[in-house]
C-alpha cells in the first residue's frame, strides 16, 4: 500500500467515523434483525389475507395480531433503529466532529430494542392497544420515549458542536426527525393511550399522529440521507439548492395537517379532511423542490446511489398518488382498502427503507473501514427491493381498487370481494416475499461486512475508496 | 439557516401549531358534545356499554378485530354503507362519546359493524358464537375462544353451541364459549346507532333545485 493511497484512506475513513462505529452498526444490526422479522410476518400476514385459515387456531397469530406484530417490528425495529443510525452519522460527518457521549446511545438502543421485543412479544399475548403506530402495550411506551432520547442525545451534541455556523440541508432534516420524533410521540401517547381524549377525537388524534409518524419523523430521516448522498457521490452542487429552505419548510409546517384524509364520510368535523386534501396538494410544492433538488441522483453509476434514486422515485410517485387519491372522489373509493395499504408500502418500502439500504451501504464501508465483501450479494439484494417493491406496491394497488369498486356495489358480498381480490394479494405476497429474500441477503451481507471488520481491522482494500471530495463540509 | 435556536423554536412551531390546529380544534368543536336526554324514555343516549360488553371492548382490542372491521356509517354519497344494511343514518360523533376507546377502524375486509346489535334480522347471540366458532371463507375461526368438553359427569352447559354438517360434534362432547367469548359477543350485541340524534337525522343526496 502505497503511502498516497493510505492517507486517501485515513483522511476518508475519519476519527469521526471511528467514534460512531459502535453505536451506528450496532443500530444497524439490530434493525436489520426487526427488518427481517416484519417481512416474515408482512408474508404471513398476507397469506392469512389470502387464506383465513391459516394459523387460525393459533391464538398468538390472530390476523390483527400479526398485522400489529408486523407493524411494530418495521417501524420501531427496523425504521426507528436504522433512522437513528444514519441520522447520527450524517449529523457527525456534517457536524465535522466525532460523536460525543455516544455511551447514551449504546445504553439508549439497548433498552429500545428491549422495548420493542417487549411490545411484539405483549402484542401476541393480547396486550395490544389496537392503534394504528401504536400497537405496542402501553406499559413500554414510555420506555421507549426515553430510550429514544438517549439514542438522539450525542446527535443533537454533534449539531451544536459543529465547526461552521452554516448548516446543509442533510442535517435540517436529520435534527428535525430527532427533534420532533418525542414531542410527537409523547402528544400521541398522551392523548391516545394515558389519558385518552373523547369519542372520534381519539381518531383525529391517531390521524395526526400516524401522518406526522411519516411526515415528521420518517421522510426526514430519508430526505437527510438523500440530500447527503446526491452531492456527495456525484460530486457536484445540488442544483437549485436555494430553494432548498422552501421545501424543507414546506414539509414541516404542512405535512402535519395531512393527517386526516382517511376520515372523509366519516363521524369527524368534514374540516378535518377537508384541510388534509388541500394540505396534500399543498405538498406538492415540496416534491417539487426536493426532485429538483435531487435531480443529480438519477443514473450515476454506484449501488449507495441507486437505492437512493429508486427511493426518491417512491417518494416522488407517493406523493403524488396521496394529493390525487386524497380527492373525494377518488378516496371515497379506495378508502378502507388494500389501497391506503399499497399508499404506505410506498411510502415505507419504497420510499424510506430504499433510500436507508442506500445510505447504510455507504455508511457501512466507512464504518467498516473496507469494502462491501460481496457484489453478486448486492445487486440480488438490489434487485429483490426493487422488484419486490415494486409488485407488492401494484398487487395491493390493483387489489384495493378491485375492493373499493366492489365496495360501492352494495350487491356484491364479501365472498366475492375476497374471491376477486384473491388473486392479486397472491402477487402482492410474491412481492413480499421477494422482499424477505432480499432483506435476508442485507442481513447476511452485513453481517459478514462486520465479521471482516472485527476478524481483522486493518482494511486490505482501503484503497479502493476515492479521495473525499473537496467538497466535503465546505459547500452549502 | 444559521440560528440553531430560531431553527429549534420554528420545528417546535410548525409541530405545535398542526397540533392545537387539528386536535384542540376538534376538541373545541366536540368536546362539549353530552348525552342527548330523551323525556319519553326517560333516558339518555347514547347509553353507557352494559358491564359485560365494556369488558368485551378489550377483547375486540387485543384480538385485532379492527384490523379488518370498521365502526362506522358513512353518509350517503360515500359507498353503499346504508344499502348493505349497516345503518339507516350516518354515524355522527355523538354516538361514541360514551365508549372508552373508539375503534373507528381503517379497513373493510369484512362488514362494518358499527350496528352490529341492530341487524334486520337481528343476530343473535348463538349466531355470532358460530360465526365466531366455524369461521367464513372470508374470516378466520375463532375457535380459541371455545372449550370442547364431554358432558359425561356435567349438566349439559346452557350456552352449548348447536352445530351441525360438518361441524356436529358426536355425542357426549360439547361447544362452549369461554368467558372471552362471552364477553366479546356482549360488545358486539351492544354496538348500535339507532337513536335518531338532531344532528344525525339521514342525509339525502342533494338534488337539483332541493333546499
Same mark, same amino acid.
Given at each position: 500500500?502505497?503511502?498516497?493511497s493510505?492517507a486517501a484512506?485515513?483522511? $476518508?475513513?475519519?476519527e469521526?467515523?471511528a467514534?460512531?462505529?459502535?453505536p451506528?452498526?450496532l ?9 427481517? *422479522? ?6 404471513l400476514?398476507?397469506?392469512q ?9 393459533c391464538?398468538?397469530?390472530t390476523?390483527?395480531r ?9 417501524l ?7 433512522g437513528f443510525?444514519?441520522?447520527?452519522w450524517?449529523?457527525a460527518?456534517?457536524g ?16 429500545w430494542n428491549?422495548?420493542?421485543l ?7 399475548v393480547?396486550e ?7 400497537q405496542?402495550p ?12 438517549? =439514542?438522539?442525545?450525542p ?7 459543529r465547526?461552521q455556523?452554516a ?9 428535525a426527525?430527532l427533534?420532533?420524533f ?16 373523547r369519542g372520534?377525537?381519539?381518531a383525529?388524534s391517531?390521524g395526526w399522529?400516524?401522518q ?13 440521507a438523500?440530500y447527503y448522498?446526491?452531492?456527495k457521490?456525484t460530486?457536484r ?5 436555494d430553494?432548498?429552505?422552501y421545501?424543507f419548510w ?7 395537517w395531512t393527517?386526516?384524509?382517511?376520515? =372523509?364520510?366519516?363521524? *369527524? ?5 377537508s384541510?388534509?386534501?388541500?394540505s ?8 417539487? =423542490?426536493v426532485?429538483?433538488n435531487?435531480?443529480g441522483?438519477f ?5 449507495a446511489?441507486?437505492f437512493v434514486?429508486?427511493?426518491?422515485l ?14 373525494r372522489?377518488l ?5 378502507f382498502?388494500w ?18 439500504f442506500?445510505a447504510?451501504?455507504?455508511?457501512g464501508?466507512?464504518?467498516a473501514?473496507?469494502a462491501?465483501?460481496s457484489?453478486?450479494l448486492?445487486r ?11 409488485v407488492l406496491?401494484?398487487?395491493l394497488?390493483v387489489?384495493?381498487l378491485?375492493?373499493?369498486?366492489a365496495?360501492?356495489?352494495?350487491s ?8 376477486d381480490t384473491?388473486?392479486w394479494l $397472491? ?7 421477494l422482499?424477505?429474500l432480499?432483506?435476508i ?5 452485513f453481517?459478514r ?15 479502493s475508496f476515492?479521495?473525499?471530495?473537496a467538497?466535503?463540509?465546505s459547500?452549502s | 439557516?444559521r440560528?440553531?435556536?430560531l ?18 380544534g376538534s376538541n373545541a368543536?366536540?368536546?362539549?358534545l353530552?348525552?342527548l336526554m330523551d $323525556?319519553?324514555?326517560?333516558k339518555?343516549?347514547?347509553e353507557?356499554?352494559?358491564?359485560l360488553?365494556a369488558?368485551?371492548?378489550?377483547v375486540y382490542?387485543d384480538?385485532g ?6 365502526q362506522?356509517v ?6 353503499s354503507?346504508?344499502e ?6 350516518q354515524?355522527?360523533a355523538?354516538?361514541y362519546?360514551?365508549q372508552?376507546v373508539v ?8 362488514p362494518?359493524l358499527?350496528?352490529?346489535g341492530?341487524?334486520?334480522p337481528a343476530y343473535d ?7 365466531l366458532?366455524?369461521g367464513?371463507?372470508t ?6 375462544l371455545?372449550q370442547?368438553?364431554s358432558?359425561a359427569?356435567?349438566?349439559p ?5 348447536r352445530l ?12 362452549v ?6 364477553l366479546?359477543v356482549a ?5 348500535h346507532?339507532s337513536y335518531e340524534?338532531p344532528e344525525?337525522?339521514p342525509? $339525502? ?7
Amino acid at each position: 500500500m502505497t503511502s498516497a493511497s493510505q492517507a486517501a484512506a485515513t483522511a $476518508e475513513v475519519t476519527e469521526i467515523d471511528a467514534g460512531a462505529r459502535g453505536p451506528v452498526s450496532l443500530l444497524i444490526a439490530s434493525g436489520l434483525v426487526w427488518l427481517v *422479522v416484519s417481512s416474515a410476518l408482512a408474508l404471513l400476514q398476507l397469506l392469512q389475507a389470502h387464506s383465513p385459515a391459516l394459523l387460525a387456531d393459533c391464538p398468538i397469530f390472530t390476523y390483527g395480531r400479526t398485522a400489529a406484530m408486523k407493524e411494530t417490528a418495521f417501524l420501531y425495529g427496523w425504521a426507528a433503529n436504522a433512522g437513528f443510525a444514519v441520522a447520527l452519522w450524517l449529523l457527525a460527518r456534517l457536524g465535522g466532529a466525532p460523536l460525543r457521549s455516544t455511551n447514551w446511545s449504546t445504553v439508549g438502543l439497548l433498552f429500545w430494542n428491549f422495548a420493542v421485543l417487549a411490545g411484539i412479544v405483549g402484542i401476541a399475548v393480547g396486550e395490544g392497544n389496537s392503534i394504528t403506530f401504536l400497537q405496542a402495550p402501553r406499559a413500554i411506551q414510555p420506555l421507549l420515549l426515553v430510550a429514544a432520547a438517549a =439514542i438522539a442525545a450525542p446527535a443533537i451534541l454533534a449539531w451544536i458542536d459543529r465547526r461552521q455556523q452554516a448548516t446543509f440541508a442533510a442535517q435540517w432534516y436529520a435534527v428535525a426527525a430527532l427533534f420532533l420524533f418525542p414531542w410527537l410521540f409523547s402528544a400521541a401517547q398522551m392523548m391516545l393511550l394515558w389519558a385518552p381524549v373523547r369519542g372520534v377525537l381519539q381518531a383525529v388524534s391517531a390521524g395526526w399522529f400516524v401522518q406526522g409518524v411519516w411526515t415528521l419523523w420518517l421522510a426526514p430521516v430519508a430526505l437527510a440521507a438523500a440530500y447527503y448522498l446526491v452531492p456527495k457521490i456525484t460530486g457536484r452542487v445540488l442544483p437549485a439548492y436555494d430553494f432548498a429552505p422552501y421545501g424543507f419548510w414546506t414539509l414541516i409546517v404542512i405535512g402535519g395537517w395531512t393527517g386526516g384524509r382517511h376520515l =372523509i364520510g366519516g363521524p *369527524v368535523p368534514a374540516w378535518i379532511p377537508s384541510i388534509a386534501i388541500v394540505s396534500a396538494t399543498l405538498l406538492l410544492f415540496h416534491y417539487i =423542490i426536493v426532485a429538483l433538488n435531487l435531480r443529480g441522483a438519477f443514473g450515476v453509476k454506484s449501488t449507495a446511489l441507486r437505492f437512493v434514486a429508486a427511493g426518491l422515485l417512491a417518494y416522488l410517485v407517493g406523493g403524488l398518488v396521496d394529493a390525487v387519491f386524497a380527492f373525494r372522489g377518488l378516496a371515497a373509493i379506495t378508502q378502507f382498502t388494500w389501497f391506503t395499504q399499497a399508499q404506505l408500502q410506498l411510502a415505507l418500502y419504497g420510499a424510506f427503507s430504499l433510500t436507508l439500504f442506500g445510505a447504510i451501504y455507504f455508511l457501512g464501508t466507512r464504518i467498516a473501514g473496507r469494502a462491501w465483501p460481496s457484489s453478486p450479494l448486492l445487486r440480488a439484494h438490489f434487485a429483490a427491493s426493487v422488484l419486490g417493491t415494486v409488485v407488492l406496491v401494484a398487487g395491493l394497488a390493483v387489489a384495493g381498487l378491485t375492493q373499493g369498486n366492489a365496495l360501492a356495489d352494495a350487491s356484491a358480498t364479501f365472498e366475492q370481494i375476497a374471491a376477486d381480490t384473491r388473486v392479486w394479494l $397472491e402477487v402482492a405476497a410474491a412481492g413480499q416475499a421477494l422482499l424477505l429474500l432480499g432483506n435476508i441477503v442485507f442481513a447476511y451481507h452485513f453481517i459478514r461486512l462486520a465479521l471482516a471488520a472485527v476478524t481483522s481491522p486493518v482494511a486490505p482494500d482501503a484503497v479502493s475508496f476515492r479521495r473525499p471530495p473537496a467538497m466535503e463540509a465546505s459547500a452549502s | 439557516m444559521r440560528n440553531g435556536f430560531l431553527f429549534f423554536l420554528g420545528l417546535f412551531a410548525a409541530l405545535a401549531l398542526s397540533w392545537a390546529g387539528i386536535v384542540l380544534g376538534s376538541n373545541a368543536q366536540l368536546g362539549q358534545l353530552a348525552p342527548l336526554m330523551d $323525556e319519553n324514555e326517560g333516558k339518555a343516549f347514547p347509553e353507557r356499554f352494559p358491564g359485560l360488553a365494556a369488558q368485551g371492548e378489550k377483547v375486540y382490542r387485543d384480538l385485532g378485530c379492527a384490523t379488518c372491521h370498521t365502526q362506522q356509517v358513512r353518509r350517503p354519497g360515500f359507498g353503499s354503507d346504508k344499502e348493505r344494511g349497516w345503518g339507516d343514518r350516518q354515524s355522527v360523533a355523538r354516538d361514541y362519546i360514551q365508549q372508552p376507546v373508539v375503534h373507528l377502524g381503517e379497513s373493510r375486509i369484512g362488514p362494518d359493524l358499527a350496528n352490529v346489535g341492530a341487524r334486520k334480522p337481528a343476530y343473535d347471540e348463538a349466531d355470532l358464537y358460530k360465526l365466531l366458532y366455524a369461521g367464513t371463507d372470508t374470516m378466520p375461526s375463532y375457535r380459541f375462544l371455545f372449550q370442547t368438553r364431554s358432558t359425561a359427569d356435567r349438566q349439559p352447559s346452557d350456552y352449548a353451541l348447536r352445530l351441525t354438517g360438518k361441524l356436529a360434534t358426536p355425542a357426549g362432547v360439547e361447544v362452549v364459549p369461554t368467558e372471552r367469548a362471552r364477553l366479546l359477543v356482549a360488545y358486539l350485541l351492544s354496538l348500535h346507532q339507532s337513536y335518531e340524534y338532531p344532528e344525525a337525522r339521514p342525509i $339525502e343526496p342533494a338534488k337539483e333545485g332541493d333546499k
